[in-house]
């Protein structure tokens, strides 16, 4: 049963270019959620989507951040003109339920932008 | 907003010593999970606390949870170099009644164990 997956692991980006980040959930999973890590911090939230719909998006930036989980295919968090403070490790997490369920993280995704 | 404390944030220990991490949080919630994360890696979890007095133990490490005082704790017994890495706790968010898996994380407690 393959865990959460996430691609690519290491991305590069000079600024302003755009960033696509992609998170296929555990089978069966329909939950997902993607958080942010800052340099020696902990993590904090971003937003949590569901199949075709956003469920809370609260921990999103207001601009150039957006985020989708389609019908088919994995989730994708996507940046655009993307800047050295977006610099972070991107993790994503899916659950069976909501708040049933724990989340199951991915290896995360880690973004440089030079 | 809730907020979630962890202390200390950084913790250096000899090897067969003991030691508790404690995590603060703010406001009321459901669930309360703890996390090991090594450098370069994906988060592990290490517990789920649901209820009030809850206790759990896996090998060395055992936690606890108190939501009349809103603090877990994390107790390392006779700790060895294994077990060096950052420690998080996390907090579910409850929100309108529901709680959704919104996590609220602490902000990590780096352990480092010397022979």
């Known amino acids: 049963n393959a865990g959460v997956m996430q691609n690519p692991r290491h991305l590069v980006r000079r600024r302003g270019q755009e960033a696509r980040l992609r998170c296929s959930p555990m089978k069966g999973h329909s939950h997902v959620y993607w958080y942010r890590q800052l340099p020696e911090e902990g993590l904090k939230f971003m937003v949590y989507?569901?199949?075709?719909?956003?469920?809370?998006e609260s921990g999103m930036p207001k601009e150039r951040f957006s985020a989708e989980f389609p019908k088919e295919g994995p989730s994708i968090l996507r940046i655009q003109q993307v800047v050295r403070g977006d610099s972070a490790a991107y993790f994503c997490?899916?659950?069976?339920?909501?708040?049933?369920?724990?989340?199951?993280f991915g290896p995360g995704t880690r973004l440089t932008v030079t | 907003e809730l907020k979630v404390e962890q202390n200390p944030l950084f913790l250096s220990m000899q090897e067969g010593k003991n030691y508790t991490i404690y995590c603060n949080y703010s406001?009321?919630?459901?669930?309360l999970y703890w996390y090991r994360q090594d450098p370069g890696k994906s988060l592990e979890s290490l517990f789920v606390?649901?209820?009030?007095?809850a206790v759990k133990q896996e090998g060395r490490l055992m936690a606890s949870l108190d939501t009349k005082a809103r603090l877990s704790t994390l107790h390392i017994t006779a700790a060895v170099h294994d077990l060096s890495a950052t420690y998080f706790c996390?907090?579910?968010?409850?929100?309108?009644?529901?709680?959704?898996?919104?996590?609220?994380f602490g902000q990590g407690t780096i352990l480092t164990v010397h022979p």
């Open positions: 989507l569901q199949k075709e719909n956003i469920i809370d």
């Open positions: 997490a899916s659950s069976h339920r909501g708040w049933e369920h724990e989340q199951y």
């Open positions: 606390l649901l209820s009030n007095g």
């Open positions: 406001t009321t919630s459901d669930r």
């Open positions: 996390a907090v579910d968010m409850k929100a309108g009644g529901t709680s959704y898996g919104k996590l609220t």
